[in-house]
């Protein structure tokens, strides 16, 4: 019988596959073909240097069965006292208290000495107090024998030995400070420097002589009645911005001055120490230039205390 003859193959017709040619020279052109090299021999090398001790283990020690041996002897057991989970017997000692009823009070105060802060007694239920009493170093110390039990009061301001303050006539005795029967208010008051734009011979506009208006207090407008530009209604929670508000007549404002109300119109700004604000106002655009010069405190009026 013959058998079909192979064809025979060739080495140099076989042909590697392009994915593995594009490899090698990927690896070959960044020289990682030693690395690759290293780690195939890793890997085929790793089992049988770790598989190479054999079977060196040694047998494995049976369990010991508890309670068996030395610990058997160690162990304990305790018999349980049911005695002393009962409250009955574990608070035979201690009376019953009204939880309705105070029982602490205020310290007592000691005639030329601190307060001795009263401790409320477990034996009765009318607020009787325990006093420790006083050594001759100063220092409180209970009775070595069972303390006394005295009820007592609890103090109140009036009886309480308060001595008047200084320069005082003792009114209101106990109850703190002396109420005044008048109180000085102040307020913040400003001084500003205003200018206001004049038409000369030739027709323009040149900012006149400016002048200063001393002590403005709160509401009042600024330059004057007759041209109420601005309204100075106070100073900010630091003191030291001057807060203006903006006449309805007034057309447009020019300044770094911040705006603090008002989001199309403006309606109140704070006008800042030597930062001026130009507005103009009324229908023929009269400029006025206002700048602020200081914030100082001014007494006010008087009101009877509550």
Known sequence: MKLPRRPELKLSQLKVPAVVQDLYWDLRDRRLLPLVALLIVAIVAVPFLLGGGGDSDGPVPAPRPIGSGAETASLSVVPADPGLREPGKRLAGRPAKNP????YTGPVFNAGGAPIAETSTSGSESGSVEVPTETSSGSASPESSAPASTPTQPSSPAQSPVEPAEGGDGRNEG???PQPEEIQLYSF???LRVAHAEATKSGERKMGEPTTLREVEPSSPVPDKNAPVLTYLGVDSEAKKALMLVSLEATSLLGDNE???GSSVCQIIALEP?????VEFG???TRYKFELLDIEPVKGAKIKAP
Request: aromatic share 4%.
């Open 100 to 103: 309705f009823r105070q029982q």
């Open 175 to 177: 109850s703190g400070s």
């Open 189 to 191: 008051a400003i001084d």
């Open 259 to 261: 705006c603090v109300s």
């Open 274 to 278: 030597k930062s001026a604000e130009v």
């Open 283 to 285: 229908e023929a655009g």
